[in-house]
């Protein structure tokens, strides 16, 4: 009787205490979407940061494709953090309760800016009702941003707009010379890329507008004082130390994540 | 990304005891319920008839997401595999139904198409000796490899180091995209070196004698070079032997040691088929009536640059679209 009740304390006890050992040892997750750019290496995304994550904690990387399902799976009890552009994240925490806490930096610059290209001595900004632009960007981005540069544009001019996705800004950058489409949308670092790899195929184009200066990707969580998320952060901020991690970083445009200061905070008001 | 499947009615004949007469009209019966339900009038819809040459084969199975995805679903699919379509239906389906285009996703599509009296405008991509196709006047559509300027803007980017790229290729076959080739890389610093072969068992003598005057080779598609598995499997050997990297255009040759493949990214030849309809049924006339594929998909296998002591820019690794590790 007394080896029964000893038993059954065990077991009453073991099931008690499980739930807060799963809470403990609970996966937390980083939520990645980036419309800004048609990122399709998901596999690669994953291994690289699953690599670099799993060995320092109960940590996993989700990444998504499609907003709806991203905004979905935050939806349904968000567990770590998001890593999204801030275009995105402006409009992310007002349905979700998010404090920005890191942002990306490339090449020593913490921003970016798009750019709207066309065919040098052909292509005119005036000429965008009707037209087709290639973006790597999503079509929703694309169009906010195409407004954002071009003022001046009526809104049915833009919205007659088709947007063509292609993979990367290079590829929508070659389209204009291949007689594919009217105009690109990339950013200015692509652009400048070009110069360096193949002059004569820059020289075929022209900067027509410029966007403003955006944050670079952030990474924000609703529960940023959990240590668990705190633990993650200080992981992110470490990653170029390790060349797996640098190159995982690499492969989202980004050589490092870094704190973010008030200022920066400021710009991620909307 | 999600595809709405009330908005596409795909139409694969029935095993031969199921077939039955009525059913493109049962099926456009269904199709226009679903333009009821999706809010496009019943006039544009019927404005496009893709034919599928096998829509369980990945890349025509992504060409036709691409082009739905800028059509907005607004298509008639018949997917023609291995002739288990009935031509008479398909026939009196199009009579009925008049496309203004007519979408063939690779080139079995594209005979049947011809076979058929289509009084609209024929759309190819993806098909085999697409050259010969974009002659015929009344035929647009997109070609089936990356092009030469994308390749070399792409490896200079990935690769800063390298600058001597090997063409392994028949004179009779390739004279004139070697030409283009080497004209293309000067514009990127690049120095092409044509490896010219007039047979099958002059290519792994020419490629030994001289590999050590290159950076890398270029694997392009030539009948003369590709003669056998075993000769491919030959000249990827040699080049992993002196640890000079192989630049291919297929998915497949990262399997056999390709160290970077820049590959056609076929959602992206689906969208570029789509513009191009869109212009046509706007009687706009494209700039160009056979286009360049514009999207890259671009595969690197890692284990060769570290294996070859190669310099990748940490900067071009965004646009990597799978890895091998």
Redesign the interface.
Known sequence: MHAKWQWTTLVFLSAMMTPSIQAASATYTVYFYNPE?N???F??LK??FDAYLSTLGAFEFQPF??K??FEKALQSGMRGVVLVSSWHYRSLRRQFPLEPLLHGV??DAGTQRHILCGHAGQATSSDIAGA?I?TAGSPTYSRTILRQMLPEATATATASV?F?????D??AL??I?????DFAIATENTFH??AE?????YELLRKLAQSDEALLPVVASSTPTDSNVMKLVEHFVKMPLKSDG??TL????L?KLRRITDHERRLLKP | ??ISVRNVLMYRPSPPQWRCRSLPIVALIVWYCCVGVTGYSAASELDILILNTDASISRYRSARLGFE??MNGRCLEFDIRQGRYDHGELAATVQRIEPRVVYCIGSAAYHVAESLSVHGDILVSSALRPEKIAREAHVYGVYNEP?I??Q???I??IFPAIRRIGVLNSRRHNRKWVQSAKAAGR??ELTITSLAVNHPDDVVTRLQRDISELDALWFIPDPVVMDSEDAILAIFGICDAYKVPVFAYDPVYAEVGATLVIAV?S??VG??AA?LA?NVMKHKPP??RF??P????IILNRKNVTNYNLVVN??A???????I?
């Open positions: 750019s990122i399709n290496n596999v690669a291994d690289g494709s499609d709806t399902d490339f090449q087709t290639a088709t063509m996705a292609v993979p990367k290079l590829d070659l389209a010379g291949f007689g594919v489409v890329r070009l790899i193949n002059p004569a195929e640098e190159q690499n492969m989202i445009n050589d | 990304m999600m995805e800028l092009p300027l994308s070399l803007v792409m200079r980017d514009n990127s990214d959602p992206t969208r570029q513009a869109r700039r160009v286009q360049h514009v999207g890259t998909r940490k900067h690794l965004g646009s990597i679209n799978e890895i590790r």
